[in-house]
C-alpha cells in the first residue's frame, strides 16, 4: 500500500494509532509496504483494541482481509476482528429487519421519511451492512409532521425511552408541547422497537447551534433510495456530507469516535463521481458551515486520505485554517483515540472555559434549567409552586452524572491540556464569519 497522503505528507505507522489509521485510509491499496508488515504482534493487539473501541473493527477487517497483511495479523487478534465483524453483521441484520415494518408503517401513514447516517450509509456507501456498526436509527421528518410521527411510531408498539410530550392527554396539548420541544432540539425522545433504537428529527442541527441549514433545501435535493427494503428518501450526496461534518464537528465538537471521520472519507471516496464541490461550497455558505467543512476536510485527509480538491478548501475558509488550529485539532482527535476513558463533554466544556465567570455560568446553565425543561426531566415539577427541591435533584443528578470525569480530569495533564484545545478549537468554529 502506498503512504497515504493527506495535506500534511505521509503517515508514518510508528505506533497503534498510525497504523490502524494506515490500515483504513481510503487510499490503501491491496498490498500493505515493508513498514507496515514489520509490526510486531503486539502492535496488532493494540491496533485491535483501538479499533473496536472506536466501532470500525469490521471496516478493518474488511481492510486487512483485502490485503496481504492478514498474514502478518496474529491469529489471536485476528479472530477478534473477524467475530467482531461476525456478531456486527448479525446485528445489523436483525436491525434491518426490525427498520423494514417502521418505514413502512410511516411510508402507510403518509409521512415521507429521510433515513439518516448509519442506516443508510451501510448499504449506500460501504456496501455491506455488516462493515458500518449502528446502535440506532435517525430518521428525518417535515417539522410539521412530528407530532403525527411520534404518535405512529407508538401506535406500531413502539415505546418511549424517556418521558416525552405525547403523554400528555389532550392531542392539542401534546401538539403544543412537541413544538416547544423543537424550538430547543433538533430531534424527538427515541422510541424503541425490540432493541431497534428510533430517533426522529426535524433538521439537522440543533436549533442553538450557529449553523442554520436550509431545511427546505433539503427535502427538494432529497433522491428515493431503498433502505430495508422499503423505499424512502436520502439526502443528495452534498447534503450527506455537510451532515456528516456537522455530525463531527457540532454533535461531538471533534469528540466522536473514529466511526464518523471514517463515514466522511468513505462517502467522499464512494461518491466521488457523483459529488458535486460547487454545491458542497454553496451549501456549505448558505448554513454557516464552511468552518466546519473545511475543518473536517482537512482531518479526514490527514487522518485517511480522503481527497478533497484544494480550490474547495480554499473556498470554504478563504486562506486556509488556522494552522495552529488545525495542529490542535489533529492533536486532540489523535489524542482520543489513544485515550481510553471517557471524558464527558460538559467536563471537557467546563474545564476549556477561559474564565471562573464562564464556568459558574456554564455550572449554572446545566443545573438550574427553565421550568419547561424541567417539567420534561421531572414530571412532578409541571404543577410545583417552587422548583427549589428540583433543582437540588437535578444537582445532584449533575454530579453523579458527571462527577467521576473530574477527579481523572484534574489528575491528567494530557486530558486537561485536551480539554483546552478543543475548546480553543470550539471557539474558533464559533467565531468565524459566515
Known amino acids: 500500500m502506498r503512504r497515504a497522503r493527506g495535506p500534511e ?9 498510525d497504523l490502524l489509521l494506515r490500515s483504513l ?4 491499496e491491496p498490498a500493505f509496504s515493508g513498514s507496515v508488515r514489520r509490526g510486531s504482534p503486539d502492535i496488532w493487539h493494540q491496533v485491535a483494541d483501538i479499533a473496536i473501541r472506536h466501532d470500525v473493527a469490521p471496516l478493518l477487517y474488511k481492510r486487512l482481509k483485502q490485503s496481504d497483511a492478514r498474514t502478518r495479523v496474529p491469529a489471536d487478534a485476528w479472530e477478534r476482528l473477524r467475530l467482531n465483524y461476525l456478531v456486527g453483521a448479525g446485528r445489523n441484520a436483525r436491525l434491518h429487519r426490525w427498520l423494514g415494518p417502521v418505514l413502512g408503517g410511516l411510508r402507510h401513514a403518509g ?3 429521510i433515513v439518516l447516517k448509519g442506516a443508510f450509509l451501510a448499504e449506500a456507501v460501504y456496501g455491506d451492512i455488516g462493515l458500518r456498526p449502528m446502535c440506532d436509527v435517525d430518521l428525518l421528518v417535515a417539522k410539521i ?5 411520534q404518535a405512529a411510531l407508538l401506535d406500531m408498539g413502539g415505546v418511549c425511552l424517556e418521558r416525552v410530550p405525547h403523554a400528555a392527554p389532550a392531542p392539542e396539548t401534546r401538539h403544543q408541547d412537541i413544538e416547544s420541544l423543537c424550538r430547543r432540539e433538533s430531534h424527538l425522545p427515541a422510541v424503541v422497537f425490540h432493541h431497534l433504537i428510533v430517533e426522529v428529527h426535524w433538521t439537522l442541527a440543533s436549533p442553538t447551534e450557529p449553523v442554520r441549514v436550509d431545511v427546505t433545501g433539503l427535502w427538494h435535493r432529497a433522491r428515493p433510495v431503498t433502505v430495508a427494503g422499503v423505499e424512502v428518501l436520502a439526502l443528495s450526496p452534498e447534503d450527506l456530507l455537510l451532515h456528516l461534518c456537522l455530525h463531527v464537528c457540532c454533535r461531538h465538537r471533534l469528540d466522536a469516535s473514529l466511526l464518523s471521520f471514517c ?3 468513505e462517502t467522499i471516496h464512494r461518491q466521488r463521481a457523483r459529488l458535486d464541490w460547487d454545491r458542497v461550497v454553496r451549501t456549505a455558505r448558505e448554513w454557516g458551515a464552511t468552518r466546519h467543512a473545511g475543518l473536517a476536510f482537512h482531518l479526514v485527509g490527514r487522518l485517511l486520505g480522503a481527497s478533497v480538491p484544494d480550490d474547495v478548501l480554499e473556498r470554504l475558509v478563504p486562506g486556509g485554517n488556522d494552522q495552529p488550529v488545525l495542529e490542535m485539532a489533529s492533536e486532540s ?4 483515540l489513544s485515550v481510553a476513558g471517557h471524558v464527558s463533554r460538559s467536563v471537557r466544556d467546563l474545564w476549556g472555559a477561559k474564565s471562573p465567570g464562564e464556568r459558574v455560568k456554564l455550572i449554572w446553565g446545566r443545573v438550574f434549567l427553565s421550568r419547561e425543561e424541567m417539567a420534561e426531566l421531572y414530571p412532578a415539577a409541571r404543577n410545583a409552586r417552587h422548583l427549589c427541591p428540583y433543582y437540588t435533584r437535578r444537582f445532584r443528578d449533575v454530579l453523579v452524572a458527571h462527577g467521576a470525569s473530574v477527579p481523572r480530569v484534574m489528575l491528567s495533564r494530557d486530558i486537561r491540556q485536551r480539554a483546552s484545545k478543543m475548546a480553543a478549537v470550539a471557539d474558533w468554529l464559533k467565531s468565524g464569519k459566515q
Do not use: C, F, K, L
Open 9 to 17: 505528507g505521509p503517515t508514518v505507522p510508528g505506533n497503534p494509532v
Open 25 to 28: 485510509s481510503v487510499r490503501a
Open 111 to 113: 409521512i415521507p421519511v
Open 145 to 149: 409532521e412530528m407530532p403525527r410521527t
Open 263 to 265: 463515514d466522511i472519507a
Open 333 to 336: 482527535v489523535a489524542a482520543r
